[in-house]
Structure formats: structure tokens, C-alpha cells
């Protein structure tokens, strides 16, 4: 736990929850939610359990760190681990089944937490479908029926209670319900309710300094992140204002992967679910466009290929670059099958197309392959084979590169026809830059780009998916990254790098642990590296804070043209671009 003072500064005072003896079974996909006791002393822990990645029964919990159970911090005592506080009693699973917690819901029965002004904590049980009141004691005091309370909150002024309902649905996130109840046990009614949007009220807060008591619901409806103020009217809500984020409508909400259409200098930044955006690489117009993808990659006479129609499993869809849809022969806009893995960001491995419009993508989710569809959109026949799942069951298809583990992806296609494939895996002989030698996150989560010819190789990865062997890769050009799994519970894998390579076989490879970018040759010379930490207010040497001169927060994609390198900041949100300047410039007339 981190405490920060209210006036702005960085000092904090970090608290660890646990000690390492305590040897804490609570995965890290599961939030853990924290309220504090009116006085300050103690920090009561809800949503902690050791749960299996795909709970189907109570056997998949650990015992010793069951689901609904409540946990007491003693903040005056800070080396002492949190204690059990209360269980919530949940019904005989053989006669009552209930819904299991996962890595898909990151909820277990006890939910969202809160503490009054007399130090009674409410715990939202989304088993039993009410609001627990607990004594300071850990003695059950009253319950409000509630359906699904996700989250909950109290006035410490009049006791009022706030809850955000949301159903539990396997990974999806359904609108919520906030309601506002008076009274505790049968006493308890309902008097107001709003129907909210998308995802808000995922982040939540209730502010009583004024008149009114107001809530503060934060999440993104159709993609685009909201902070929404309502006020509390009595019987009824009333939401005075929601565009406090993203003023402007064409503000890049995530980035996620990026191309770029070099003929025509435009930029392509998708949000790695569904959104694209389109901008000028000139004059940075632009914003929405009306396709939707996951990942997509530019073709010659800017034709756009992509990946699905919104999610990370679907068909190549083909644009042109007009935005209308540009059917092959036989009349269809869409064609094969791609698949990769859901994931925080839709984490799919990448896709690119070659001057032949032959689209390449890595199909699948830890144990992957390259595959390809020529310009008719019929699989390429490559020597190799792999064995595709698809809804009519196993498919035998020919790949180009065989055995890619997941954790990495990203691919790249030159002018030559050779194959660039990252895999999370650095050389031997490979030695970090001196200031990030012992840096664990560098030795983890970065990887290395293999170069495999037109007729494509193998990668041969043991059962934790980490590369053992690349077979017939003619060279290796490493420190991209970061790539997800380290420290991450199960097979979690969250969004990858993007990597580019120009007409010229050079390669632009982001770092976002280094914050940096390196521009090579085909050798694995560095022509250039550029780049340094900066945050939102760092806009480069004319801006209120001009150091670094090109600032980046997160590099995670980078796309190329002649003029231009265009870098795909996630943390800034924002894509930052670099002028290349060469130290000659010559035009030759072409007879």
C-alpha cells in the first residue's frame, strides 16, 4: 500500500501488505480491494483468495485462502501481516451452485469494501447478492439485499450506502446499476437508481465536501474513457457533467499497435480491441475511422488489411484506402481465419503484408504459428504444417514458421520476402546496456527479433513457452520489449511490442523499459538510437519541460517512412514523431 500526501508532492510511505513468510496465495489478477477505518489505524482487505485461474468448484480454492473472506491490516504495526477479520458464509455448493471466481471475473465473493464513520466495514457479497454490515468486533451487524454489489460505498455524514451493481459474466463487463439505499436490514430501501454506461463505475470515489454528496464513477463507454460527476439529489441522481476526459473527440484513448501507409504518410494507431485512428503524418489531423480491428497492416496503394472486425478472433477484412471495403476476386472483402488470445488489449502476435499482397500473421495463443493467405485469399503452401483449431475441429494448414510461442509476436515482412519474428529470449552472448545489466524487468520481459528467410523456420519452446531453439533464423537482432508473462499469473499475456522494417531492410525497434528507440541496419548496426523518460507534459524542446528532446513514456510500436519515424507512446497516449535528418540529401531525375 502507498500513502500520498494530498498536496501534490511524491513523498510516500509504502506498506507492504504481506510478508514473505506469510507466503500469500492471492493471484495477481485479482484487485485487491482496500478501505481504511475512520481513525486511520487499521486497513480492511476484501477480494483475496487463492483461486484457481478457471475456477469450476470450491475444491479449486485453497483453503487457507478462501474466497469471501475479509482481512484486518494494524497500519500502527506495519510488520505485522493482515489477519482474518470475517468470513462470508456462503451457501452448500451441491445444493446451491454458485458462480466461481476467475481470472475472467478478477472478482471473488467479497467484493468492493467500505468503512463508516463508527469503523462498522460493508462488504459487498456477490455469492449471497447483499451488502454485509461487520461490526469493528468482525461481528455480523445487519445485510441489505442487493443484486450483484460490486461496489460499495458509505457516507461517513448520514450512513447512506452507495452500491454499483455489476453481474459477474465470464470476463465480459455489462453496464452496471448504482443504487443509493437508506436504512440497514428490513429497514433498508432503495431510494434511487441510475443505469450506467460501458464500463463506468470500475473506479469509483464519493466526495461529501459540499452540499450535495457527489460520486465520481470512472471507465470507457464505446471505447473512450469517461469520468462521470453525479449528485446525489435525494430520490433521484443526477449526472452534471461527463467529458472531464479526452476533451477532444479524435484523442488517441490507447495505444496499442500501430502501421503506417509510407506512400501517403498517414498513420494507423489501433486501440487493440476494436477502435482505429488515422492521422496525417504531417499535419497530425485526423482521428476515427470507421473500420474496426484489432491490429491492422498497410499494404501497397495504402490497402489496408486487418485483423477481424473488432475482436481478436475473425477473418482478414480488406480496405481500401478510401475506407471502402475492397473485395478480391471472388467478390468477398473478407477471407481465412485468424486467432490470437483475448488478453488485457486483445494481446494478438501481429500481422503485416508483403508487395505481393500476401497477408502473414501469427495465429494462436502460447503455442503459435506463422500462416499466410496469397491475394486471393487462399493459404500460401508452405512445407510446413501445423494444426489449426478452428469451430469445425482440427484443420491440418501449411505455415511458415512453426513452433512460436506466444509471449512475443510481432512480425514483419520486407521487400525480399524474408520473415521478422520477436520471441521473448535474448542471445547468449547478448549483453545489456550497463545501466539496465541487473535491472530484472530488462532481464525478463525483453526479447529478440529472429530474421527467417521467404521459405520461413521453426521455434522450439519447452512447456512454459520459453524459446529453447530457433531453427533456420539467418539473424538475430535483440532488446525489443517489454514482453508480458513475467510476473504474471497463469498464461497472462497483455499487449506486445511493434517493431517496423523500412523498404531498406532497416529495423525500428521500440524499447519501453529503456524508453528508447533503435534504428539498425540489416547487420544489427545501430544508425541511430533516440529517446528518453518523459510524461504528459514533456512535448519535446519548445514545451513547458523540453527535456528529454523526444520524450517517450511507454514505446510499444513504431512505424516507419522515408521522412518520418512514428513512435506509439502507450503511457502518454499519444504517438511522437521523429523527423529523420540525414547528412545528405540528393534527387536524381528518373529517365
Same mark, same amino acid.
Request: net charge positive; with cysteine.
Given at each position: ?34 478501505? +481504511? ?16 485461474? =478457471? ?5 479449486? +480454492? ?42 475472467? =471475473? ?135 457533467? %461527463? ?8 484523442? +488517441? ?20 480491441? %476494436?477502435?482505429?485512428?488515422?492521422? =496525417? ?7 476515427? +475511422? ?58 494478438? @502476435? ?17 503455442? @503459435? ?124 499475456? @497483455? ?41 504528459? =507534459? ?54
Amino acid at each position: 500500500m502507498n500513502f500520498f500526501k494530498l498536496d501534490g508532492s511524491n513523498e510516500a510511505t509504502t506498506v507492504p501488505l504481506w510478508s514473505a513468510k506469510a507466503k500469500v496465495n492471492c493471484p495477481r489478477w485479482l484487485d485487491i480491494q482496500v478501505a +481504511i477505518s475512520p481513525d486511520g489505524r487499521y486497513a480492511y482487505l476484501s477480494n483475496v483468495a487463492g483461486v484457481a485461474y =478457471d475456477g469450476k468448484k470450491p475444491e479449486d +480454492i485453497d483453503p487457507n485462502w478462501p474466497q469471501g473472506r475479509i482481512y484486518r491490516k494494524d497500519l500502527k504495526q506495519p510488520d505485522r501481516d493482515p489477519e482474518p477479520f470475517y468470513d462470508l458464509p456462503l451457501p452448500d455448493f451441491s445444493k446451491t451452485p454458485y458462480w466461481m471466481p476467475s481470472a475472467w =471475473d478478477k472478482k471473488t465473493a467479497a467484493a468492493g469494501i467500505d468503512v463508516d464513520a463508527d469503523g462498522h466495514v460493508f462488504v459487498g457479497d456477490l455469492v449471497n447478492h447483499e451488502v454485509v454490515e461487520i461490526s469493528p468486533e468482525g461481528k455480523r451487524v445487519s445485510a441489505v439485499k442487493v443484486p450483484w454489489p460490486d461496489k460499495v460505498m458509505v457516507s461517513r455524514r448520514t450512513g447512506t450506502l452507495y452500491v454499483i451493481s455489476r453481474k459477474v459474466s465470464r470476463g465480459q463487463l455489462p453496464p452496471a446499476k448504482l443504487s443509493k439505499i437508506t436504512g440497514r436490514g428490513k429497514d433498508a430501501k432503495i431510494v434511487a437508481e441510475l443505469q450506467l454506461e460501458g464500463t463506468i463505475g470500475g473506479a469509483y470515489t464519493l466526495d461529501e465536501s459540499g452540499k450535495a454528496p457527489v460520486l465520481w464513477l470512472a471507465g470507457s463507454v464505446d471505447g473512450t474513457d469517461r469520468l462521470v460527476r453525479v449528485e446525489d439529489r435525494g430520490n433521484n441522481f443526477v449526472i452534471t457533467g %461527463d467529458r472531464f476526459l479526452n476533451a477532444d473527440a479524435n484523442a +488517441i484513448a490507447f495505444v496499442g499497435y500501430l502501421d503506417v501507409d509510407a506512400e501517403a504518410e498517414l498513420v494507423y494507431v489501433t486501440r487493440s480491441g %476494436d477502435k482505429i485512428w488515422r492521422f =496525417d503524418g504531417r499535419t497530425g489531423q485526423g482521428g476515427l +475511422i470507421p473500420i474496426k480491428a484489432v491490429d491492422l497492416a498497410i499494404g501497397r496503394n495504402g490497402m489496408i488489411y486487418t485483423w477481424g472486425t473488432g475482436g481478436y478472433q475473425g477473418p482478414i477484412a480488406r480496405y481500401s484506402r478510401d475506407l471502402k471495403p475492397a473485395p478480391l476476386a471472388s467478390g468477398e472483402h473478407t477471407y481465412g481465419y485468424l486467432y490470437g488470445r483475448a488478453g488485457r488489449g486483445a494481446s494478438v @502476435c501481429g500481422i503485416d503484408v508483403d508487395l505481393l499482397g500476401r497477408v502473414f500473421a501469427t495465429w494462436g495463443t502460447n503455442r @503459435c504459428f506463422v500462416l499466410a493467405y496469397d491475394a486471393e485469399g487462399k493459404p500460401v503452401p508452405f512445407k510446413r504444417k501445423a494444426i489449426m483449431q478452428t469451430r469445425k475441429g482440427p484443420e491440418e494448414v501449411p505455415v511458415a514458421i512453426s513452433g512460436v510461442a506466444g509471449y512475443g509476436g510481432s512480425l514483419r515482412v520486407d521487400y525480399q520476402g524474408n520473415l521478422y519474428l520477436l520471441q521473448k529470449k535474448l542471445p547468449k552472448d547478448f549483453h545489456p546496456p550497463k545501466e539496465w545489466a541487473k535491472d530484472e524487468a530488462y532481464r525478463h520481459a525483453v526479447g529478440t527479433i529472429y530474421k527467417f528467410p521467404p521459405e520461413g523456420g521453426e521455434v522450439h519452446a519447452d512447456n512454459s513457452y520459453r524459446v529453447k531453439e530457433v531453427v533456420g533464423a539467418v539473424r538475430a537482432y535483440p532488446d525489443c520489449g517489454p514482453i508480458s508473462q513475467w510476473r504474471c499469473a497463469g498464461s497472462c499475456a @497483455c499487449t506486445k511490442p511493434r517493431f517496423d522494417v523500412d523498404g531498406y531492410g532497416r529495423l525500428y525497434i521500440p524499447n519501453g523499459i529503456t524508453f528508447r528507440v533503435s534504428v539498425r541496419d540489416n547487420n544489427n548496426n545501430e544508425i541511430v538510437g533516440f529517446g528518453g523518460y518523459g510524461n504528459l =507534459d514533456c512535448q519535446g524542446p519548445k514545451s513547458n519541460e523540453p527535456s528529454p528532446s523526444i520524450p517517450l513514456g511507454w514505446p510499444v510500436a513504431v512505424g516507419a517512412s522515408d521522412d518520418f519515424i512514428y513512435v506509439g507512446d502507450c503511457l502518454n497516449h499519444r504517438v511522437v514523431r521523429v523527423d529523420k535528418k540525414f547528412a545528405a540529401v540528393r534527387s536524381v531525375p528518373i529517365k
